[in-house]
């Protein structure tokens, strides 16, 4: 739950740039109020579905009065008196417009007529295949523009074949650290040539791939391309069973069942304190400029960009010693996802990704875990939970299981070992200050898959109700962190990932919703969606290409070296960013040589004490795109698009 660390995603720190110091004083007698605004899901709503809306005002007043209006009229007038708190010093009051009685397919504005007149941006109320069906293709078009490695697709922003030493990378010892994440000592080869191309850049402002974000991003990918496999015409998303296989291929090079050793991570993103050895960050170019690099053979003496040119592979344990338990899991996860998928129409390939399931599965260390194996160094992404994982990796074997027909015994073997472990992570609980499923926790996708394993075999090994109301804890840990927010948000506005947690949110109710779960959480997971694309005190989407108003100067070295700054063109469509973050994140960012400047938006107006946005390049708590957001976006769209039809 914790935010990813500000080394992942800035470069150097150079320039300052202060996000909060914009916060707009109180209004006083002789001062201008501010100005209304009013905040909607730019992207729209569905028919039948709650529509909520938002106004931010200087102060409170007695009631609102609006209207939504299409081109041709007034469609729905309504008041509102429903103050749910004040935002900042300007923004005093903010209102709540519910305007759900409207479900008339159109283009809608809505216009606040009184205490003064404001409209919001266009949005539409239609089917989710209309509303979201653009917004998965576009999801999947951002995972072929971080494709690393020579199978590329040149169409897309340009994309050339990169990081081809990949193709024979040498393993070295587990790096040290220093408190600031600096490189200390230096790197041991210990192992290698192994093939390591392939697979997804993890973020924006880096080249590094890791099998922590690659396996969660990849999972999700697997489930949705599996739900719509066999669809055809609108919602088919032709594109998605694809990128879900070229993400597949690289996790299966990360995995040797002959030395029983996982690979956990390709690069290194911050070099020595001295720059004696660089890292990725060091640079921003396109990713093809690695392989061009003119560095000394052996990284010394002096400065040098040897381990940006040839990367390092490190290893999440020793050959043949049992894996940390999130990787062993995910990893699995993703193997039989891939038998699911392959289980019609290529048997032999089905039960050869199983074996590799259960090899991986089985390599698990589950007793004196200590710190997971995440990242390099951990602080990039600090995790610390993982029986979700573990109950997740059984799940997806025992899905396996099915469409393989593996014997009975063997089925129910699984299911057990999948009940088990959602036992015990439902026994960790979830207290009102904590986390819900995002990167960092995957209960919840676990438990549903769980449920389809269990429904699909008529068998029971824990009871459906113990996985339902523990979905619903997890949602009523986010109406916990909502109480607090007028824009209800189901997280911890500031240190938390934002955008990711909301689209997480959805996903959770969608799922409970799906296996029998009540409708009780369905306007609170909406607004879960409707934050993340512009109903929210920025007035912001925090996805390209969803929306009016999203990012356009995000840090992505693609997007902003190969694309478009203006918000319209070449753009990396799909990329999802965190949002909002905490004033303190803000400090201390910097610009690195090649970086194009790029700022858009006057923002600042809307921060408050807690949080803050930016679109600017160098703003990486807002507006870096990483792979587990936008795998999550992508999945939260495919749910809220083919509600109805077998996904949601």
């Known amino acids: 739950m914790s935010l990813r660390s500000s080394v ?3 470069a150097c720190a150079i320039v300052t740039v202060v996000a909060g110091a914009a916060v707009a004083a109180p209004a006083s007698a002789s001062a201008t109020l501010a100005a209304p605004q009013v905040r909607v899901n730019q992207v729209g709503y569905p028919t039948n579905g709650p529509k909520v809306a938002f106004v931010m005002l200087a102060r409170p007043v007695t009631a609102v009065s609006f209207e939504v209006t299409t081109p041709y009229g007034v469609a729905y007038r309504g008041t509102s008196a429903a103050d749910v708190g004040s935002w900042n010093a300007a923004y005093r009051a903010v209102y709540q417009l519910s305007f759900s009685g409207l479900d008339t397919p159109g283009q809608y504005q809505v216009r606040v007529l009184s205490p003064a007149a404001a409209v919001s941006p266009a949005f539409t109320i ?3 295949a209309q509303l979201y069906g653009q917004l998965v293709d576009n999801a999947v078009r951002y995972f072929t523009s971080e494709r690393d490695g020579p199978d590329v697709v040149g169409s897309v922003l340009g994309r050339q074949p990169a990081n081809l030493t990949d193709e024979s990378a040498y393993v070295y010892a587990d790096p040290a650290y220093d408190s600031n994440d600096n490189l200390l000592g230096t790197l041991k080869k210990i192992g290698g040539p192994v093939d390591v191309a392939g697979g997804w850049f993890d973020a924006g402002g880096g080249y590094e ?19 719509l496999s066999n669809k055809r015409g609108p919602g088919s998303y032709p594109a998605l069973q694809p990128e879900a296989a070229f993400g597949l291929q690289w996790i299966t090079k990360l995995w ?6 996982l690979y956990a991570q390709v690069g290194i993103g911050n070099g020595s304190a001295s720059n004696t050895i660089q890292g990725d960050y060091n640079f921003w170019f396109l990713p093809q400029a690695e392989d061009q690099l003119n560095v000394s053979p052996g990284g010394n003496p002096g400065p040098t960009a040897y381990f940006v040119k040839y990367r390092p592979v490190f290893e999440a344990a020793p050959p043949g010693k049992p894996v940390s338990p999130d990787l062993a899991g995910r990893f699995a996860a993703d193997f039989a996802l891939g038998a699911q998928l392959d289980a019609s129409s290529d048997p032999a390939q089905a039960q050869h990704l199983l074996s590799l399931a259960r090899g991986v599965y089985a390599m698990a260390k589950t007793t004196d875990v200590g710190q997971i194996v995440t990242a390099f160094p951990h602080d990039y992404y600090p995790g610390t939970e993982w029986k979700s994982d573990m109950a997740w990796g059984a799940a997806e074997i025992a899905l396996a299981d099915e469409a393989t027909r593996a014997p009975a015994p063997r089925l129910s073997a699984d299911l057990a070992t999948a009940a088990r472990w959602a036992r015990a992570y439902i026994a960790q609980g979830h207290p009102a200050d904590g986390d819900t499923f995002n990167l960092y926790d995957n209960g919840a996708v676990a438990e549903a898959e769980l449920l389809q394993a269990m429904q699909q075999a008529g068998t029971d090994p824990i009871a459906p109700g113990a996985l339902l109301s523990d979905m619903a804890a997890q949602l009523r840990t986010g109406e916990d962190w909502a109480k607090g927010d007028p824009f209800a948000l ?4 500031g240190p938390q990932d934002a955008s990711p947690h909301a689209f997480g949110l959805f996903i959770t109710d969608a799922l409970y919703q799906k296996y029998g779960g009540s409708a009780a959480f369905e306007s609170f997971a909406q607004q879960q969606l409707n934050f993340a694309l512009g109903a929210n005190a920025w007035g912001s989407s925090f996805v390209v290409g969803a929306g009016t108003v999203f990012p356009h100067c995000m840090q992505s070295e693609v997007a902003n070296l190969a694309g478009s700054l203006t918000g319209s063109g070449d753009l990396q469509l799909g990329a999802t960013t965190d949002g909002p973050s905490s004033i303190a994140n803000f400090t201390g960012l910097g610009t690195v040589s090649g970086m194009r400047a790029c700022s858009a938006g006057q923002f600042a107006p809307f921060n408050n004490a807690t949080a803050g946005y930016e679109d600017n390049v160098v703003s990486w708590p807002s507006v ?13 769209f495919a749910l809220a698009g083919n509600q109805g039809s077998g996904l949601g």
């Open 126 to 128: 239609g089917t989710g």
């Open 8 to 10: 992942v995603a800035s």
């Open 256 to 261: 040797n069942p002959v030395l029983k050793v």
């Open 209 to 227: 791939k890791f099998a922590y974000t690659a396996s969660y991003a990849d999972a999700l990918m697997l489930i949705a391309a599996r739900a």
């Open 624 to 636: 870096e795109p990483a792979d587990d957001y936008t795998a999550a976006s992508l999945f939260a």
């Open 490 to 493: 189901g997280t911890q506005l």
